[in-house]
Structure formats: structure tokens, C-alpha cells
């Protein structure tokens, strides 16, 4: 609406594409690889499989984190912290090695996703010249930025995304049976 009037920088504009690929094997250790990300603050990746009734799940936060939940924005206080502990790969990280064993005993090769975390920006409606003193904004605007990947090893390298989803809503149904005993 005419009220709600605001400019995005490039600055704040879509993160470029997020390259994910992989070298060597899942049970034997693999080597996780990715372009360079231009406004990337940190990266974080997980990766998760079945074993059976078990669902064997990775992450690259070198503190031992493996939430998933990173796969979402987060908020700049957040990204901090957790790139100081750790957490969350510094933007300087191009490479990444999920050691042997991890998914040793998996039942197929994991569903590796990851994230590149872009910037944030706050925008509010400006304030009025003639504004009386309790006056607060009728809006405000958070823009962050992200650009994600996803991959299955061993799929040829350079599969497109049409050719990637009937794999990977396979993989997604055998993890839910495996949580859900079906």
C-alpha cells in the first residue's frame, strides 16, 4: 500500500545460488564441498539418514549442535554467538568432512541440506515531522537473506532440481517411516 513505501540495497537483495557437492562415500567419509556465497555471514550443514528403526543424524557445528533447525533464518544477535562457538561455519568455509562412520550402518546415503546465511536489515515507517512524542511506527520490515542446497550422494553431479525431487521425496518417505514405524 501507498502507506507502506520502502528501497532494498543490493545489499539486501537474494543471496547468489548455493552450489553443494560431495566426493567419496557416506560410510566411509565424505568430503563436502561449495562455492564461494557473496554476503554470506556463516554456513551450517546436515545431514541425516535411517538405520533402521534409527534416524543417524550429522551436522558440521564442530560444539556437536545437530539441529536442523538452523536450515532457517537466523536473527544477527543469534548468528554471532553461534559462529563465535562454533556453531554455525564461518563465510570463509568452502569445504567440510563428514568423518567414516557416521553413517556407516545407514540403511541409503543421507539427505545433506545447508545453508548460507545472508544479512539482515530493518526498515520502519519513518517517522513524521510533526509526530507527537509517543508516536511508534505502524510498520516495520525485517529482511534476511538465504540461499540453501540440498543433495543426495551419489547422484551425478549437475542433476537439475526436477531430477533431484522424486529422489529426495523417496528420501524423505523412508526417513518418515523410520520415525513413524511404517
Known amino acids: 500500500p501507498a502507506a507502506m513505501q520502502f528501497a532494498l540495497a543490493q545489499a539486501d537483495d537474494f543471496l547468489p545460488r548455493l552450489e553443494l557437492d560431495s566426493s567419496g562415500d557416506a560410510r566411509e567419509g565424505m568430503t563436502l564441498e561449495w562455492n564461494a556465497v557473496e554476503g554470506a555471514r556463516g554456513y551450517f550443514i546436515h545431514a541425516m539418514a535411517t538405520q533402521g528403526d534409527t534416524v543417524v543424524m550429522?551436522?558440521?557445528?564442530?560444539?556437536g549442535y545437530a539441529g536442523p533447525e538452523l536450515m532457517d533464518y537466523l536473527p544477527e544477535a543469534l548468528l554471532a554467538q553461534w559462529s563465535g562457538k562454533r556453531t554455525v561455519l564461518g563465510a570463509d568455509a568452502r569445504s567440510c568432512k563428514i568423518p567414516a562412520g557416521v553413517f556407516a550402518g545407514v540403511d541409503s546415503a543421507p539427505m545433506v541440506?545447508?545453508?548460507?546465511?545472508?544479512g539482515q536489515r530493518s526498515i520502519a515507517q519513518p517517522r513524521p515531522a510533526d509526530a507527537p512524542r509517543d508516536w511508534s511506527p505502524a510498520w516495520t520490515v525485517r529482511v534476511r537473506s538465504k540461499s540453501t542446497a540440498m543433495l543426495m550422494p551419489g547422484m551425478a553431479a549437475g542433476a537439475t532440481r526436477d531430477a533431484a525431487k522424486p529422489a529426495a521425496k523417496e528420501a524423505a518417505r523412508g526417513l518418515l517411516r523410520g520415525l513413524l514405524g511404517n
Open 58 to 63: 550429522w551436522s558440521s557445528s564442530e560444539d
Open 113 to 118: 541440506q545447508m545453508i548460507a546465511y545472508g
